[in-house]
């Protein structure tokens, strides 16, 4: 699937430190006068400021969904594929049964020792078939991740507040202090902007980022260090989303999206997930179309432009607007817990 490019989702947001926020650089430096715990720093727009890593944000996003999937399903591979695989724990090397780094590469190994003709005609299907949902987006190291978090880095319209605090680590048994004091740096205000890229997704994909953003939003979890001492809580501003097709144009009368090399045709209004670009017998093989869940699209008040040069669709949800694509996509999440469970 990661040979073709069917559709690609952009999701333009602004993370707001709401108290306290600190992403630790991970060493110590030479310089007495600075903080123990100082925040990751790099060089941007021609200056060394504070950022996010994508990579940090990405670890956060990845843990929550993983916590809400496992909220409904199970985290162990069930008999004969009779029901869909949710969340493996690809931390646990003692359980190979049920964590994909070992079963998928057993089920490679496998088919090599097969003779050419008898081995399974799309390795690729398979192997994302047989990955749970969570690595279906985010991957291990059998498939690649569908989703990139690009670096938060600060507005310089909304100047950083950048403070110091101290603190003590508490034995739990003498009730004395353990270590410390220490102080650590934390950012208390200002806005970084960030994208996330979900590229071949599912509309059932697409609305689990949704769900885990606006969890982030409310504080449900939080970014960084010291999250369960009230630190890492942020607000989620969502600028834009856009979602992209990137092989098919608009038909004549701009009302229809038509895929070329094939034809299929769909209203200039509709939000596609990757089964719909598939033939049948291809997105069953993926599991992106079952018998209960048999359609991967959704209506909206969004209508389909071209992109640029004039090659490719592109639907644009402006800032106010984004809830109104997450929701729809909900819808296909919510079709398939039914359809799935």
Request: aromatic residues 10%.
């Amino acid at each position: 699937m990661h040979k073709r490019f069917v559709n690609h989702c952009t999701i333009d947001i602004t993370l707001i430190p709401d108290g306290p926020i600190l992403i630790k650089s991970g060493k110590e430096g030479a310089d007495p006068t600075k903080p123990d715990m100082e925040f990751v720093e790099t060089y941007h727009a021609g200056g060394r400021c504070i950022y996010l890593p994508g990579s940090s944000l990405k670890g956060a996003i990845r843990a929550h969904a993983e916590r809400i999937v496992r909220t409904i399903g199970s985290e162990k591979r069930p008999p004969e594929n009779t029901q869909k695989l949710w969340s493996s724990n690809l931390l646990d090397e003692r359980d190979k049964q049920n964590n994909p780094n070992f079963y998928l590469e057993d089920w490679k190994n496998r088919e090599k020792k097969k003779k050419l003709e008898e081995r399974h005609p799309h390795p690729g299907a398979e192997l994302y078939k047989q990955s749970c949902f969570i690595s279906q987006i985010f991957g291990n190291t059998s498939i690649a991740s569908r989703v990139r978090i690009e670096d938060a880095y600060p507005d310089k319209s909304q100047p950083l507040k950048i403070e110091e605090r101290n603190g003590v680590a508490i034995d739990r048994v003498f009730g004395s202090v353990a270590v410390g004091p220490f102080n650590y740096q934390v950012c208390t205000a200002g806005e970084f902007h960030t994208k996330i890229h979900l590229k071949n997704f599912t509309l059932a994909q697409l609305g689990l980022i949704g769900l885990v953003l606006r969890d982030l939003d409310d504080g449900w979890f939080g970014l960084g260090f010291a999250k369960s001492r009230g630190l890492g809580t942020v607000e989620v501003k969502l600028n834009e989303a856009v979602v992209q097709y990137p092989g098919c144009i608009l038909s004549e009368d701009k009302q229809q999206i038509c895929a070329l090399g094939s034809e299929k045709t769909w209203s200039k209004t509709f939000l596609l997930g990757a089964g719909e670009f598939l033939e049948l017998k291809e997105a069953q093989s993926y599991g992106f179309l079952t018998e209960k869940y048999t359609e991967d699209r959704q209506d909206t008040p969004v209508a389909a432009q071209s992109m640029d040069l004039g090659f490719g669709v592109q639907l644009t949800w402006r800032s106010g607007t984004v809830h109104d694509l997450f929701e729809r996509a909900v819808k296909s999440w919510s079709h398939l817990l039914v359809g799935a469970k």
